[in-house]
């Protein structure tokens, strides 16, 4: 693990530097050399009074294989919620009224991040996953 810096909330106050134990900080650039940054070490990012330095993982693990009935029915769930999306995206089309379009317009965003969520749960979408990597290999050779 190792620390990164969003540039666009950093305030420049500097306590970074002060605190980082192998002078991984750099304010001139904006960027924390990771290469010397300690694994989990967190002291930059506690100092930080703007919240601009947060930890990254070098590695994720690989997720839990999900039982073949759950993610079945995690799967029935999302193409459910891509119907109700569908079907909330034909009420906004149809209706001349602001108020209508812009509550259909929430719920469809709504139902999107509901059906990507039952996905990733089934055990798709997860770019580390043993069956993603599988449907990318699939792809790349069709």
Same mark, same amino acid.
């Given at each position: 693990?190792?620390?990164?810096?969003?540039?666009?909330?950093?305030?420049?106050?500097?306590?970074?530097?002060?605190?980082?134990?192998?002078?991984?900080?750099?304010?001139?650039?904006?960027?924390?050399?990771?290469?010397?940054?300690?694994?989990?070490?967190?002291?930059?990012v506690d100092a930080c009074p703007s919240? !601009?330095? +947060?930890?990254?993982?070098?590695?994720? *693990?690989?997720? /839990?294989?999900?039982?073949?009935?759950?993610? &079945?029915?995690?799967?029935?769930?999302?193409?459910?919620?891509?119907?109700?999306?569908?079907?909330?995206?034909?009420?906004?089309?149809?209706?001349d009224e602001p108020g209508l379009k812009?509550?259909?317009?929430?719920?469809?965003q709504s139902l999107r991040i509901t059906?990507?969520?039952?996905?990733?749960? !089934?055990? +798709?979408?997860?770019?580390?996953?043993? *069956?993603?990597? /599988?449907?990318?290999?699939?792809?790349?050779? &069709?």
């Open positions: 693990m190792y620390a990164s810096r969003n540039l666009s909330k950093c305030t420049k106050d500097c306590l970074c530097l002060f605190v980082c134990p192998t002078g991984a900080t750099n304010t001139e650039t904006g960027q924390i050399d990771s290469s010397r940054c300690l694994d989990g070490c967190r002291l930059c919240k !601009a330095i +947060f930890l990254v993982m070098d590695e994720y *693990p690989e997720p /839990a294989p999900k039982d073949a009935a759950s993610a &079945s029915k995690m799967m029935d769930l999302c193409s459910s919620r891509f119907a109700q999306e569908k079907a909330a995206a034909a009420i906004a089309a149809s209706s812009k509550l259909t317009e929430a719920l469809r059906a990507e969520d039952c996905a990733r749960e !089934a055990g +798709f979408m997860l770019p580390q996953s043993e *069956p993603v990597r /599988a449907l990318m290999e699939e792809l790349e050779s &069709s």
